[in-house]
């Protein structure tokens, strides 16, 4: 074999594999993503000297300014957000391979410029750049970029790979993703597609993985046999903040569980890939996502509850409700908080109801999944004087503190044989030196580099819009008044109609 | 740092009883405040001189995120026969409301030359079991290291700092036979490894790696060995089979035969370079193709020419650790394992005869 068809040989020990030199495109350059993360992403991976060998960043938007302002503007976002703090040298050396490009998306000469600049830093450096254009502009620009892409050539290219990264949301209804998808599709192939969801960037998302899979004690417990329930929760203590005019087009289903919500439930579910390559990863968790099956207008009333959030406390502060929030609608039928009921209708997960709940303004932050055990069959305890076996239940928390908890029931120190729970913890912060990089830095080179494992695929926001659309389409039926909770408190009573007899809401 | 409130004392003591102190100090932070968490990731034993104890707990106090659960450091005394211990225990931070901090242990000893040979008496009371063992000995002590090595799993060298090239490599051989290696030396050159596996990296110019023959590299006067390192790399990545190197004029020169043609090797002292380890590689291939990198602002400057004169010059970007840096790095490489190093070392040893 040629050595240039073998595996590089140099590369064996290196925790940084080498990345085809990169031209990265942001359309929405100066927007608040970029800002805040996109840009000091870039700068952190430059830092770290993780960024390809060359490297080239063209910026694309509106605003009518020139290379030198945007580069300040750059060195300004960077210096505010960047994780690590700025290394002069090291900044001003990655400014100086940015450049701008004005104008407005419908407008060819945008595209006709963008293709000038890509090929001049080819010229220059004597090769060709691999070209990754990352959309982080508003949806409704998507399909007209991706066709002015392809309109002007920048599709594809001989001799390098040309990617498109797609923020999120990736359509804001299955009607909206079905147009989408193949508008996408008829420009570029699937793999060079790349949805991103920033969620699956973090690692507290992908050690769900490694706990499932690297661990021999769990895989035998992981079934309708021996899990009752499970309880997914993402709550966030803070309201929408200045974000009016998006949260009320979106809403929580959307904004939530449309899309990281519905991962957390496909990692935990999914079975075991053959391999982790990104197509054997996302097969399984498809599978997953077709064996919930979709509500149906009956349906829907028995598995979702929506809620809007009332004027309360929070952090020991007076804080108004949804619709008193600065931009929201006064008649707004947006929800703050959805609670669904899902069922995973396949072999192992067949009767084990999986509740999501999200919201804004409830009483903390924390994202988490609760997998609630079958109690024990026979208790041979006394249960006076004690709370008495409870059900062993594994807590997997994301945010705050990354860790996993399992409560055991255990006797109480005395002459009586008396059981009460205790926690045992395991945090990962504890076990790690490694500071955890931001899921931006991660999903990016992951995009350079070519691998989509942790980015969805066609099939799969498709499958996760079958399950949340019904939802959203029986709502908009609906005309009464929201059902209410008080800020600061852990959602609305409503959401206990949801579960079953005996079972009840995790404390937030 | 913050003190997370635990502090114990006591002179002339024994490893039983600084044990049972720093239990009951670990014990008291639980009750005191549940949102201390201690950190369980690794162990640290370090050898330095009395007299260098407090610049050795300024470096490891630098390193950055890197910092090891329970560093136990070990501070030799000519003529001392007793230990005297302190048993720190330090937080991250303040905790905030609803999340934890991380807390670790400082145990310093202060111990005599009498106690080296048998320091795993000592030490092995005190560390937390279940977790790696790093060993770290920058003031010498072989001695010392030598009697840890039943309870660690990994020494921490830094080549750079033996008598000589040779002496280096033999003791690192030496360890490695037993434990995990990691050199400073070795991490120091990991961009400049990153950055040429990337050079060759593209099909059109991995061919190249088959025509390689010539290789000089430019090293801090006292950096030789991290020149060697450089180039066993190569040779045992790309299958050369390296011949002993010769001094000249206070250049080392060397062969390696490797399957296509004979690659020649030089190692250049740099005297400019303040900082230890490599100043610059430069790569040829016999189809005239011409790599080159040296340090620069901002990374590593890269220059390319190929076989028609075009000179292609550009920036690896990446900012410089410093010798902290380096040193967290290598307590974080102690629960990594890197495979290319032992094989580097079988062809250091041959090019050091």
Not at chain 1, 189 to 206: A, C, N, P, S
Request: glycine share 8%; with cysteine.
């Amino acid at each position: 074999m040629a050595i240039a068809e073998q595996v590089n040989p140099l590369v064996e020990g290196l925790e940084r594999l080498p990345v085809h030199p990169t031209t990265l495109a942001i359309f929405g350059g100066t927007g608040d993503l970029a800002h805040r993360k996109l840009l000091p992403a870039v700068y952190n991976l430059a830092h770290e000297g993780a960024l390809p060998e060359r490297f080239n960043l063209i910026a694309i938007a509106r605003s009518d300014i020139a290379h030198d302002d945007y580069r300040s503007m750059a060195r300004e976002s960077i210096s505010q957000y960047s994780r690590t703090p700025p290394d002069e040298q090291v900044l001003s050396k990655l400014l100086e391979q940015v450049r701008y490009v004005p104008g407005s998306f419908d407008d060819d000469s945008v595209y006709a410029r963008l293709g000038e600049e890509l090929k001049q830093f080819d010229d220059e450096a004597g090769i060709v750049f691999n070209r990754v254009f990352y959309l982080s502009t508003a949806p409704e620009f998507f399909p007209l970029i991706v066709s002015k892409l392809g309109e002007h050539g920048l599709s594809d290219h001989d001799d390098a790979e040309v990617r498109v990264v797609i923020e999120k949301p990736f359509g804001t209804s299955l009607a909206e993703l079905r147009e989408l998808n193949p508008q996408v599709l008829s420009v570029f192939d699937e793999k060079q597609v790349f949805r991103i969801d920033h969620y699956l960037g973090k690692e507290t998302v992908q050690n769900m993985l490694a706990f499932r899979f690297a661990n021999g004690l769990f895989e035998p417990i992981w079934n309708r046999n021996y899990i009752d329930y499970v309880q997914i929760t993402a709550a966030e203590d803070v309201g929408i903040g200045r974000r009016a005019g998006y949260y009320d087009q979106s809403g929580a289903l959307r904004d939530l569980v449309q899309n990281h919500m519905l991962q957390l439930l496909t990692l935990l579910c999914m079975e075991p890939p053959v391999t982790f390559s990104a197509d054997d990863v996302r097969d399984e968790k498809v599978k997953v996502l077709h064996a919930i099956h979709p509500p149906t207008d009956e349906t829907v009333p028995n598995i979702a509850v929506r809620a809007q959030y009332t004027a309360g406390m929070a952090e020991g502060k007076d804080v108004p409700g949804y619709l008193e929030e600065e931009g929201v609608p006064d008649d707004s039928h947006t929800e703050t908080y959805v609670a669904l009921r899902l069922e995973v209708d396949n072999w192992r997960w067949a009767g084990v109801p999986i509740y999501l709940r999200t919201g804004k303004r409830l009483a903390r932050k924390i994202t988490e999944i609760a997998v609630q055990l079958k109690p024990v069959p026979h208790l041979a305890f006394q249960a006076e004087g004690s709370v008495g076996v409870q059900p062993n239940q594994l807590i997997m928390t994301m945010q705050p503190n990354e860790g996993v908890s399992l409560s055991l029931g255990a006797k109480i120190p005395g002459t009586r044989m008396r059981i009460r729970p205790v926690n045992m913890e395991f945090l990962y912060g504890t076990a790690f030196l490694s500071q955890s990089p931001e899921a931006y830095e991660r999903l990016i080179m992951d995009a350079m580099r070519g691998d989509a494992t942790l980015f969805t695929r066609d099939d799969e926001v498709e499958a996760q819009w079958r399950i949340c659309d019904p939802i959203l389409q029986e709502w908009s039926h609906e005309d009464g008044p929201l059902p209410t909770y008080p800020a600061g408190s852990a959602g609305p009573e409503e959401a206990n109609r949801l579960l079953s007899e005996g079972q009840r809401w995790r404390a937030i | 740092m913050v003190d997370a409130g635990g502090v114990w004392s006591e002179q002339d003591t024994t490893p039983g009883v600084i044990e049972e102190a720093l239990r009951q100090l670990l014990r008291e932070q639980e009750a005191r405040d549940a949102a201390y968490a201690p950190s369980r990731v690794l162990n640290l034993v370090a050898i330095v001189d009395r007299e260098w104890r407090g610049e050795i707990l300024n470096r490891l106090e630098r390193v950055g995120r890197y910092h090891p659960s329970r560093t136990i450091l070990c501070a030799v005394e000519s003529g001392r026969r007793t230990i005297d211990a302190t048993v720190v225990i330090t937080a991250d931070s303040q905790a905030r409301p609803g999340e934890f901090s991380l807390t670790r242990e400082r145990l310093v000893l202060d111990l005599g030359p009498r106690h080296l040979e048998s320091l795993d008496t000592i030490v092995d009371p005190l560390v937390v079991s279940d977790i790696a063992t790093l060993v770290w000995s920058p003031h010498g002590h072989p001695e010392a290291v030598d009697a840890l090595l039943g309870i660690s799993q990994v020494v921490l060298v830094d080549s750079v700092n033996e008598p000589d090239p040779a002496s280096a490599v033999a003791r690192a051989v030496q360890l490695a036979e037993r434990v995990y290696v990691v050199d400073l030396a070795w991490l120091r050159s990991t961009p400049w490894r990153e950055r040429v596996a990337a050079t060759f990296d593209p099909p059109q110019w991995r061919p190249e790696l088959a025509r390689i023959d010539s290789v000089t590299v430019r090293h801090r006067p006292d950096s030789c060995i991290a020149g060697v390192l450089f180039c066993g790399w190569l040779s045992s990545r790309l299958g050369w089979q390296p011949g002993p190197l010769v001094s000249a004029n206070g250049t080392l020169l060397g062969r390696a035969h490797g399957r296509r043609q004979d690659v020649e090797l030089r190692l250049v002292p740099h005297p400019g370079q303040s900082v230890p380890g490599l100043a610059g590689i430069e790569i040829d291939t016999a189809s005239g193709m011409k790599i080159a990198l040296d340090r620069g602002p901002g990374g590593l400057t890269a220059r390319r020419s190929d076989r028609h004169g075009k000179v292609s010059t550009w920036t690896v970007l990446g900012a410089s650790r410093g010798e902290a840096g380096i040193l967290g790095e290598g307590i974080r490489q102690a629960l990594l394992r890197d495979p290319a190093y032992r094989r580097t070392l079988e062809r250091a040893s041959v090019m050091l005869g």
